[in-house]
């Protein structure tokens, strides 16, 4: 066992110490980025394997850098999982893998859950990368890490969730992240796009963007699926951007300085405009930035770090960042 | 820690003092072309004594000195054992180290390991064209092939003990301690 468990499944299960941990962890490895030759060999001779059952870029991608800037030898296993049910192909999958002697399992998955459920059946470490509608634990905590770093701390910001809190990984984990370390965290979005009953876990609703733009220092605005009108949640593109559209003209009435953030991929000119994405609010390109640094941290700490073994290593007093 | 544990100051602050100004006039002896010189501190306590004797010697009169740090935690072979909260420090290179003449400074010289982990991350950097390695103390112990070249005190010691450096810095005051563990 790690610092922080032997699998990265959610947020929703971590400490605030071992989420601040990660945070921390990934400030160093920020820099590993900057440098000529952008590789460390604290990995080498690890086998990683990222298993993708969902397309993804972005996240994929950055996974195989923060791998391969550590060192780890990755194999890309795209699959196209639409015929074949869930349920054998990931048992039969995870056997297959523990007999190639790997060390680390990345999933992405259409199934809520389905990165639980490998990590109980092999003994690699397994990190989620966006398990349905549960949780994005990576996408959550490089955002988290993109907050701190813009205003020096988490504990007593507002930050305001904006659009399709309901089928959001992202909400989620963002949710459970900012909550766990002393966060407001509001919502705000059509009503047929909240979860019922979301007042009741103290987070603030807004049903008009105004509202939530004067409140927040910070707004994350989520993807707006495409598909999501065509089955009835929102009338239509054109009336999700008027009502909800996070535009320069509203952002103008903000009154303090206000953090735009994005998880991309972005649709301009629904849920955001493209003069905020690209304007001084914007701090979706550090987003992607940190997202290698912390999934570098996060594959370190699941790497190392075995309790038993570390009294050698507890001397000196360094501390971490701020918040 | 036993009872028995003996400790003793191996270098108290005048000493260390003295240690500090001898090891900047041996490293000039090493470096006269001090405009190629950059000082590289490890992690923690390195950090600091890279910048004391940077400071002496450019209070000789000499040229201002670079200085840097390096955090080797990412290259050590021993990852399993860095502990469950591996805390790593800052690696900040002043520029290219081509054509340079490197000092790697740190507090105490033992196995060798991590002047071993720091040599690999500094070829990552650039080709300096010499590295030399200086240390406040070396403790003997060697477990890799590895000397110094500039070493405030040498002290004899089993695997047992232990060295402790103190800088005003981070610890209050400059002292060098060895607290004895009994015979191995």
């Not at chain 1, 929703?12 to 030759?37: C, G, M, N, W, Y």
């Not at chain 2, 003449?101 to 040599?119: E, K, P």
Request: aromatic share 4%; hydrophobic share 40%; proline share 4%.
């Amino acid at each position: 066992m790690t610092a922080i468990g032997k699998d990265l499944v959610g947020l929703e299960h971590l400490s605030p110490e071992q989420i601040r941990l990660i945070l921390d962890t990934a400030e160093p490895f920020k820099e590993v980025s900057e440098r000529p030759i952008k590789k460390v060999p604290a990995l080498r001779g690890k086998t990683i394997v990222n298993l993708f059952f969902e397309a993804s870029t972005r996240t994929r991608i950055s996974f195989e850098f923060a791998e391969k800037r550590l060192s780890a030898d990755t194999v890309n296993v795209a699959v196209s999982g639409s015929s074949v049910s869930k349920g054998e192909t990931l048992v039969d999958t995870a056997r297959n893998l523990e007999a190639m002697r790997i060390d680390m399992v990345v999933i992405r998955h259409g199934s809520s859950g389905a990165a639980q459920f490998l990590g109980s059946r092999i003994r690699s470490n397994v990190i989620n990368a966006g398990d349905g509608k549960h949780e994005h634990p990576t996408q959550g905590l490089l955002d988290l890490l993109t907050i701190r770093d813009r205003h020096g701390r988490i504990a007593g910001l507002k930050v305001c969730l904006v659009g399709d809190i309901l089928h959001s990984r992202v909400a989620r984990s963002n949710l459970w992240g900012l909550t766990k370390l002393g966060a407001e965290v509001g919502v705000c979005g059509p009503r047929t796009l909240l979860p019922r009953g979301i007042e009741e876990l103290g987070v603030q609703v807004f049903d008009r963007i105004e509202q939530a733009i004067e409140w927040a220092d910070v707004l994350n605005v989520l993807r707006l699926q495409l598909e999501r009108m065509e089955k009835g949640f929102i009338p239509s593109l054109r009336e999700y951007y008027r009502v909800f559209g996070v535009t320069q003209e509203r952002l103008a009435q903000a009154r303090r300085d206000i953090t735009v953030m994005h998880p991309g991929p972005m649709n301009r000119g629904v849920e955001i405009d493209s003069r905020v994405a690209d304007g001084p609010h914007s701090v979706i390109l550090d987003q992607v930035t940190n997202g290698v640094a912390i999934r570098m941290a996060v594959l370190y700490l699941l790497a190392g770090g075995k309790p038993e073994l570390a009294d050698a290593a507890k001397r000196g007093s360094a501390g971490g960042g701020a918040e | 820690m036993t009872p028995h544990n003996d400790r003793s100051i191996l270098l108290d602050a005048r000493a260390f003092a003295r240690a500090l100004q001898r090891m900047a006039v041996e490293i000039t002896a090493l470096a006269p072309a001090a405009e190629h010189l950059v000082l590289i501190g490890i992690q923690r306590r390195g950090v600091e004594l890279a910048e004391r004797l940077a400071q002496l010697i450019e209070k000789d009169g000499g040229p201002s000195v670079r200085r840097g740090a390096l955090d080797i935690t990412l290259y050590r072979d021993d990852l399993e054992t860095v502990g469950p909260k591996p805390v790593i420090g800052e690696t900040r290179i002043p520029g290219d180290l081509s054509d340079s003449h490197v000092v790697i400074v740190d507090d105490v010289l033992y196995t060798g390991r991590t002047v071993r982990a720091a040599l690999d991350e500094l070829a990552d950097f650039g080709r300096p064209r010499r590295i030399s390695l200086c240390v406040l103390v070396d403790r003997g112990g060697r477990e890799l092939p590895i000397a110094a070249d500039v070493v405030g005190k040498a002290v004899k010691t089993g695997p047992r003990d232990r060295v402790d450096v103190g800088v005003k810095e981070l610890d209050g005051k400059d002292e060098v301690t060895v607290v004895r563990g009994g015979p191995a």
